[in-house]
């Protein structure tokens, strides 16, 4: 590089101020416009080219010559699965070798939790608390970024209403609106209120769209559906992490109406770029755009770079389609330099605002990730989310809570004291030094004087029953029984969809055995998934529902069943009793022979081998106290244009103990252009009551909460009636009114 290019590049890159100040638009946008007209094609194809890191440091790393030579010339824009200070500061400097000395993107899964590992986002879903989920997220970024990450592939925000499919882990559930506000929530959590702030890192919004509506729940399949359903129920989500201000958008594998995402126009221009007017930027999910081939919808890689260009997807994840094709395509006119350029400024637009231009090690300092790694702080967090992410299905006769003065427990099964299991899929290391284990917690609450007899039973797999018999031996002698069953940590993620979402094995078998003795039987289930456990659900006293709750999972169940902390957890998906009703929504649309008499169902819709309701409702979840509502109001009855209504009630905590109840606010449309679903969640609140307190709660409604896409997806509101309705769950309706939307 000679002199004048030099002192050009180094006026271009600026001082550390400008990179960070207020406005950061238009300021980084001219040294955007400057580094650009300095780029070759092959440097701003290399902007757009994602790596894997997996042994590319250490001993080994000479292996992969050709890619570390690749980085030195500027040929890679970003890393995955580099992680560690030591490691980035390596990679990092071999990037600050190449002509424009451009700093790497340094990404990784980081789903829930980096070291220290909070329940799964189902789990946490399950909370229904949003500064729960935020602060889960901002712990996670805080160690994700002293150990010198950038970005993270967090949240996935896509709506999975089956649970066949085992991705519905990494998600909010069933619903757009629950899981609208959950993606805001968990966005702010990873990157702060500003770009560049040293505890956090950017978030991506995945997988775009429609992901989660897998025909039969077999993860990469197709998706097929209404533009209206799509509109509707899955791009909600979507809408709203883009509109939070999300930093990246990853597009998905599937198929969307016959068009894989990846290539899709509509999605990633049409929506995102265009009516959103989205300013991140979207990177395939791995090889997705390589697998526009396999697809038969790109005739050959080249082909392939060159439609997911165009329809928009800036970076190639480990596809080597554009590291390999691109800059031909542009040479032979199959893609803009427009477009090309719009990509890398997208990509060089995230890097100026993390600030990686004027310091690219400052995320790599290592006395703040030793700090950061070992802050005692992170564990007590992880802890209340894990319990507040527990749900109490079933709790008959106050089989719960357990006395901390019980003369003998008996725990049962081979999870109770796995560390592993309690984890979950997509941890970035598993270090079971850190997990405590269910038996340990429970340990931790007993007295010494109580005599804890454990029992395997069989393993997860359940297939041999010779350890039954010592398991009724142990339920035999003593004073109360624990049985944890559900499924081990590898059952449920990417690529675990299951045919059969029953109980692995003979579980349900041991289950049997130990009901027999007569003794009530209080089973803790741990799962990434709903599962189907009708027979166990009919027959069990007490069934608290512990997903995969984290390290500190063992502790925190056991705060819930010795009576430390109330459960206060609600479902966000809608537990089937078969697979026979999957996929299984609250939001069910009405027909013109609807149920209204289980005892009638003739030429009805219904099934005639089973009852129509699931085992456990979306928004289910008991308490330790009882809450009553009561006083519904509606301020304007009749809303005109431009008005709002409060609809308030009065929540009391009837109970002997203080507890947290969330209150549910329902909408149903009498009549429509559109067939509507039964009712749709339109707000939630989560209250600690005191026994014996009282609280008004207030619900604003407007026009845009009585809004939906029509015929034509146009966003409207028409006149009519509404129901309107509050409750605990979607099918504990406790209150009833009716709000009219006038012309």
Sequence with gaps: MNRTAIALLVAMLGTGAGALAQPLDAAIERRIDALLAQMTLEEKVGQLH??????????????????????????????????????????????????????????????????????????????????????????????????????????????????????????AGE???????????????????QPGALDRVMATAKHFAGYGAAIAGRDYNAADMSEQQLHETYLPPFRAAADAGVAT?????????????????????????????????????????????EHGYAANLADAASQALNAGSDMDMEGYAYSRHLAQQVKGGKVKQTLLDDAVRRVLRK?????????????????REKAVLNDPEHARIARDVARKSLVLLKNERQALPFSKGLKSLAVIGALAESKRDLEGGWIVQSDESRVVSLADGIRNHLSPQTKLVLARGCDVACTDTAGFDAAVSAANQAEAVLLVLGESWDMSGEAKSRADIGLPGRQAALFDALAATGKPIVVVMLAGRPLVFDNVADKAAAILYAWFPGAQGGNAVADVLFGDYNPSGKLPMTFPRSVGQIPISYQ?????????????????????????????????????????YSDLAIDKPALRRGDKATVSFTLANTGSRAGEEVAQLYLRDRVSSIVRPLMELKGFTKLKLEAGERRTVRFEIDRDTLSFHDAR???????????????????AIRLQGVLTLQD
Excluded at 278 to 291: C, H, M, R, T
Excluded at 601 to 607: D, G, P, T, W
């Design 50 to 171: 994602q790596l894997s890191g997996r042994q590319m440091t250490g001993p080994g790393s000479e292996k992969f010559s050709d890619k570390l030579a690749d980085i030195r010339s500027g040929k890679v824009g970003s890393m995955l699965n580099v992680k560690g200070v030591a490691e980035t500061r390596e990679i990092q400097a071999l990037a600050l070798q190449s002509r424009l000395k451009i700093p790497l993107l340094f990404s990784l899964d980081v789903i829930h939790g980096y070291r220290t590992v909070f329940p799964v986002p189902l789990g946490e879903a399950a909370s229904w608390d949003l500064d729960a989920m935020r602060q889960s997220a901002a712990v996670a970024a805080k160690e994700a970024a002293a150990s010198g990450i950038h970005w993270t592939f967090a949240p996935m925000v896509d709506v999975g209403r089956d649970p066949r499919w085992g991705r519905v882990m990494e998600g």
């Design 175 to 193: 619903d757009a609106y629950l899981g609208s506000r959950i993606a805001v929530a968990r966005i702010k959590g990873f990157q702060g209120e």
């Design 588 to 628: 069910q649309y009405r027909t013109g022979r609807p149920v209204l008499n289980e005892k009638n169902i003739v030429y009805r819709s219904a099934y005639i081998d089973a009852p129509n309701t699931p085992r456990y409702t979306f928004g289910h979840g008991l308490s330790y106290t009882s809450f009553t």
């Design 713 to 731: 997806l146009a966003w409207t509101a028409e006149p009519g009636e509404f129901d309107i309705m509050v409750g605990t769950a979607s099918d």
């Design 249 to 293: 958008f990853m597009n998905s594998f599937n198929t969307l109406n016959g068009v894989p995402a990846t290539a899709s126009s509509y999605l990633q221009r049409d929506l995102l770029k265009g009516k959103w007017n989205y300013g991140g930027f979207v990177v395939s999910d791995w090889a997705s755009i390589k697998e526009l081939v």
């Design 351 to 367: 890097k100026f605002e993390l600030g990686l231009f004027d310091d690219p090690y400052r995320f790599s300092d290592a006395a």
